[in-house]
């Protein structure tokens, strides 16, 4: 499958949600000054103490508070700093009890060549990291505490992405503009959303059929995690709608939440993080055909050509196997409608090399259907 510059499907303009720009404290005293002022009088003052109805402040198993309380110590927040003087912030949380941490690739990138990467947790410790593995076009990393022997890790406990439905709660929990430790509720708004996202500093995109929720997501909010109502992972905080459509995020670029946020599935993520563990390298189920990537409503369009002159269906592979040539438009992955090059392969890599999959096509206004087998191509090279 093509590597090529981020071609994104609607909605359009989606970012990698981690922190590049300073947070700049400002506006807020002269708002709460004037309120102030505005409620002084030259008459008697009564004060008025509100307590609380006990009943209202549940704290029992399943609240959001209670979520949360469990949550936060598995938390961290992850600094990232190049060599270039490239850095960023994002969130990551506590996988296994050997202290690995899963987050997203694009907020260990610019560390992860000979860079630094930190880690804090909520306890303000703060621990020094290296990358074990990490899977570009899954947009996941792995990555592992040094000395942490002193560490507390109590893995988060994973849930089952697949049995989500729309309109379950959701929490999320990350660094949004570097604010640590921050806790946002909403729901699951949709489900296998095709996204391709892009961080801004790289030709490459990242394919998932997300998660999407309106839960706040911010920039910083990037490899944490999205939890169910039980506090279970669902998800990783991943990439949000731009307002403006922008695809950057550099200081002057940084955009905040309108209540479009998306997530890997955690199904999807797990995966990818024991191959990772266990290899290093990330694993891809393709169909060995080069498809457009521009966005389309009627499918994805084998082309008429692969990269550097190579074909597009490559010879012996899965798709030729199966009989597919160039020209043909890719409309149906099993039951899922494929409406562009994206979708296709977002639809794909939530799969395993291996896996059996019918593909409905129309070549010629005729429509065909042919069962192919995924092949594997390792790493992301």
Known sequence: MPSSGPSE???????????????VAGGIGGGIGFWAADQESDGDTTTVSAYGNPKTESRAPGSVSSIANKTLPSVVTIEAQ??????????????????HILTNNHVVASGADNGKLTATFSNGKRYTAQVVGRAQGYDVAVVKLKNASGAKLDPL???NSDRVAVGDATVAIGAPFGLSGTVTTGIVSAKNRPVASSDGGSGNASYM?????????NPGNSGGPLLNADGGVIGINSAIQSAGNGSGLGESQQSGSIG???AIPINQAKNVAEQ???TGQPVYPVIEATVNMKDSSSGATIASGGAGGSPAVVPGGPADKAGLKSGDVITKLDDTVIDSGPTLISEIWTHQPGDKVTLTYKRGGKVSKVDLTLGKRKGDS
Request: no cysteine; net charge positive.
């Open 209 to 217: 059929s997300a998660l999407q929720t309106d839960a706040s997501i």
């Open 9 to 23: 499907r609607k909605p359009r303009g989606l970012v990698a949600a981690v922190l590049a720009a300073v947070l």
């Open 82 to 99: 190049g060599n270039n003087g490239e850095s960023g912030t994002g969130t990551g949380f506590v996988y296994d009890k050997q202290g």
């Open 157 to 159: 406990p994973l849930g």
């Open 276 to 278: 990772l563990i266990k």
């Open 260 to 262: 479009l946020g998306f």
